[in-house]
T-cell receptor, first 113, second 114 residues
Framework: DVKVTQSSRYLVKRTGEKVFLECVQD?????MFWYRQDPGLGLRLIYF???????EKGDIPEGYSVSREKKERFSLILESASTNQTSMYLC????????????FGSGTQLSVL | AQSVAQPEDQVNVAEGNPLTVKCTYS??????LFWYVQYPNRGLQFLLK??????LVKGSYGFEAEFNKSQTSFHLKKPSALVSDSALYFC????????????FGKGTRLSVIA
C-alpha cells in the first residue's frame, strides 16, 4: 500500500524555536507538497517540489523553508516558530502526471506556545 | 489563475436521504477536478476525479460527481447518505495549462443525522 509518513502526529514547541517537520514517501513520486490546514481557510500551499533539490514557493511561504535532498524526503522548516504558525501541517506526494491524485500523510498538529 | 469555491461551510442531511456538496471552479484551460474526504484526526483521502470523458464520475464509498462545463461546477453526490459519511469534504482543481499545483477549496462539513 502507498504510504506518506509524517514523523510526528503532535508537536509542541516554544516561540522562537527552529522546527523541523519531516515527510517520507515510499512510492517513488516526483512531486511533494506541504500544506497547512486551518479551520475556515481550507488547505493552503506552503511549498512544493517537482524534483530532487528543486523547490517552489506556494501561496504562503513566509516564515517557512524546505529541503529536498533525496527524492523520498521533503522537510518543512520553521526558522523561528511563532504562535501564528500553530496549525495542522499536511504533506502530500504525487506522480509527475498532472492528472494524478495526491497521496496525503496523516498530518502533524503543531502547537507553538 | 485557477480557483475553486465551496459555497457551503456546512451541509446537514438525514440518513437515507440524497446528499449534494457543491463545488465551482475557475481555470484558464481545461480543469482537472478532484474530491477528497477527511475524517476526524486523519489526513485527506481521495474520493474521485474528473480528467476527461464521461461527465458523471463514480468514486469510492458510493459517491459520484457530475462535471458541468457550462456552469463550471463539479458537485459531489450520493443517493443515500450514511451516518458514517459525516466528515469534511474538499474539492480541488488543477489547470491543464501550466504547471501549477492543485488548489483546494475551503471545505464543506457534512453532517448526516440518524
Amino acid at each position: 500500500d502507498v504510504k506518506v509518513t509524517q514523523s510526528s502526529r503532535y508537536l509542541v514547541k516554544r516561540t522562537g524555536e527552529k522546527v523541523f517537520l519531516e515527510c517520507v514517501q515510499d512510492m517513488d513520486h516526483e512531486n511533494m507538497f506541504w500544506y497547512r490546514q486551518d479551520p475556515g481557510l481550507g488547505l493552503r500551499l506552503i511549498y512544493f517540489s517537482y524534483d530532487v533539490k528543486m523547490k517552489e514557493k506556494g501561496d504562503i511561504p513566509e516564515g517557512y523553508s524546505v529541503s529536498r535532498e533525496k527524492k523520498e524526503r521533503f522537510s518543512l522548516i520553521l526558522e523561528s516558530a511563532s504562535t501564528n504558525q500553530t496549525s495542522m501541517y499536511l504533506c502530500a506526494s504525487s506522480p509527475h502526471d498532472r492528472g494524478e491524485k495526491l497521496f496525503f500523510g496523516s498530518g502533524t498538529q503543531l502547537s507553538v506556545l | 489563475a485557477q480557483s475553486v469555491a465551496q459555497p457551503e461551510d456546512q451541509v446537514n442531511v438525514a440518513e437515507g436521504n440524497p446528499l449534494t456538496v457543491k463545488c465551482t471552479y475557475s481555470v484558464s484551460g481545461n480543469p482537472y477536478l478532484f474530491w477528497y474526504v477527511q475524517y476526524p484526526n486523519r489526513g485527506l483521502q481521495f474520493l474521485l476525479k474528473y480528467i476527461t470523458g464521461d461527465n458523471l464520475v463514480k468514486g469510492s464509498y458510493g459517491f459520484e460527481a457530475e462535471f458541468n462545463k457550462s456552469q463550471t461546477s463539479f458537485h459531489l453526490k450520493k443517493p443515500s447518505a450514511l451516518v458514517s459519511d459525516s466528515a469534511l469534504y474538499f474539492c480541488a482543481v488543477r489547470d491543464s495549462i501550466g504547471n501549477t499545483p492543485l488548489v483546494f477549496g475551503k471545505g464543506t462539513r457534512l453532517s448526516v443525522i440518524a
